[in-house]
């Protein structure tokens, strides 16, 4: 295949967004532009309700397609033919040659779809479908090639503009929004396989990510840490670029060890997880925190807990994988790429912090009596832990 000197960037649901419209455009052409640049010379721009990535040097096509594919707001590319003269011969020839770069057997239906956005062009859309199928049957008919204009299995666009854009294969992208305009949020990431899915669905709302991990060195290990560091790299390919706090929690832990019912070490624990990211998120102007939770999936994860837990902080805590059964988010890890490294085996929380038989009714009143044995000690904590934090 020759390499494909541009691509028609298809975008769905940024169509709806009325006036905004170009808000979400230009996001995604600078998501696009920052993730091409270190793969040669391209230009990207909006014109008229379209998206065109131009190559302007020679790049690594493979690269450049798996960086696209990946990116939130993207719900398909199309290797797009150019024809730069708008002669009917020229725009005819270049059609030809698309259908022999891009398909190795013609026995299959298709239809010609022209749209004359160039008025100045001599020929009408309805004209051009026939004329153009026509030399389409007359190359490939021999071969099974077929007109089918209710339901063709290729559909070949043809778009009459400064140039003539032919396009008829579409590689399909994640979908959802450009990252960056839907504000942000703080994802607590550990090293498992819910919280990368569950700050990949937000990503792809649009919402800019960064995350927050807590580190208990020396009972978990620095594979700990990298393990996460690896598994936000994974996540940022289609979220952009995020921000990884990591706190040192290890003396907060063994305070609570120290203070608290051994049964309401990993509820307590949590509660402190959140109140220290909300203080992050406020720093950071993001506007909600992101968790991997899901209703029952451990002791800690009961209705009872979920909402003590929540009680917390007031910033609203979202949990998009809330109702997904374990094996639909493994899928989910797998699709996007996280799986692999969600299994490793460093555990991201050490054992002797969690209780055999940990409460799975809490009460939020008994909870937070329980928490004063701390308080004192987890304010004074919470400081230097937020100071130590690093920024990966
Ligand atoms: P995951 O699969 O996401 O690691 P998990 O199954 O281990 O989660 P829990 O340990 O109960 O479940 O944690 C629930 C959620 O709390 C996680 O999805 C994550 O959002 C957050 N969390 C837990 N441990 C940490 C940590 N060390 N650092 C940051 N966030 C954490
Ligand atoms: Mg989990």
Known sequence: MNQVKMFLVKYAEIGTKGKNRYVFEE???????????PLGEFSVRRDFGRIYVEALSDYD??????RMTKIFGISGLCPVTVSEDLKYDSIKKAVLDHFENWYDEFNFSFKVRTRRNNKAFPINSMQMDMELGHELLVAHEAEGLHVDVHAPSVM??????????IYSKII????????GTNGKALSLLSGGIDSPVATYMIGKRGVEMSGVYYNSPPYTSLRALEKVEKLGTIVSQYSGPMKLF???FTDIQLAIYDNCPHDELTIIMKRIMFKI???IAEQEGAQSLVTGE??????SQTMASLSVIDNAVDIPVFRPVIGMDKQEIVNYSEKIGTY????????DCCTIFVDKHPVTKPNVNVIRQHEQNVFDKIDEMIEPALQTREII
């Open 156 to 165: 070949l666009d043809v778009e009459i503009r400064d140039r003539a854009y």
């Open 27 to 37: 996001q995604l052409c600078k998501r696009l532009r920052l993730r091409l640049k």
């Open 340 to 347: 692999e490294t969600s299994i490793e085996p460093y555990e």
């Open 61 to 66: 096509y493979d690269e450049a397609l798996s």
């Open 277 to 279: 990211a909300e203080r």
């Open 172 to 179: 399909p992208g994640p979908g959802g929004l450009p990252v």
């Open 246 to 248: 990591v706190v040192n």
């Open 294 to 299: 899901s209703i029952g999936q451990v002791s």
